[in-house]
């Protein structure tokens, strides 16, 4: 779920710069440092040589990790993954690349997730390298409407 869900919805956001790129980049350094501390002793190898790329010290001699007490909410990152494997399964079914761009899509989710879901919209618009996203009320989470941009060249 970090690498497939996690990591795919926030790298876009930290490329950008500003102060949302740095806020995504410290949460991406925060993540990958307590999932390489919980990592170590099953892991200590992989784990020593990632922690090195971007700390000092050994892992195995760090803190363990503890709650910040950082306010969020999972259930965002639950509907935002539910949504973009609905992206990603329609490229897949209209036999695209990931890669390739969507000029608009339309996701319907029930009342109770529609705000959890406006609040991933600008990262699912990245991540799925979508033009114009429309998200409104509908039984279920679905992608109901995808139109994949013209192909350029």
């Known amino acids: 779920t970090f690498c ?11 490329y950008e710069g500003g102060a949302a790129g740095a806020s995504a980049a410290v949460a991406l350094r925060t993540a990958l440092s307590t999932l390489l501390r919980l990592l170590a002793p099953v892991i200590s190898f992989a ?8 700390q000092e010290g050994s892992v195995h001699t760090a803190a363990w990790p503890v709650s910040s007490g950082a306010a969020g909410d999972p259930a965002v990152l639950e509907i935002a993954s539910q949504a973009l494997i609905g992206v990603r399964r329609a490229k897949t079914e209209a036999k695209a690349s990931q890669r ?4 608009s899509a ?7 997730q529609l705000a959890l879901l406006q ?3 600008a990262d699912l618009k990245a991540v799925g390298r979508i033009e114009e996203l429309t998200i409104v009320e ?3 989470l679905e992608i109901t409407e995808i139109e994949l941009a013209p192909a350029e060249g």
């Not at 497939?4 to 930290?14: F, I, M, P, T």
């Not at 784990?47 to 971007?54: D, I």
């Not at 390739?100 to 000029?103: D, G, H, I, N, S």
């Open 100 to 103: 390739t761009p969507v000029a």
């Open 106 to 112: 339309t996701i319907t989710a029930p009342g109770s």
């Open 138 to 140: 509908g039984a279920e």
């Open 47 to 54: 784990t020593e040589e990632a922690w090195s790329w971007f």
């Open 4 to 14: 497939d869900d996690y990591l795919e919805l926030v790298k876009e956001r930290a």
């Open 119 to 121: 609040l991933a919209a």
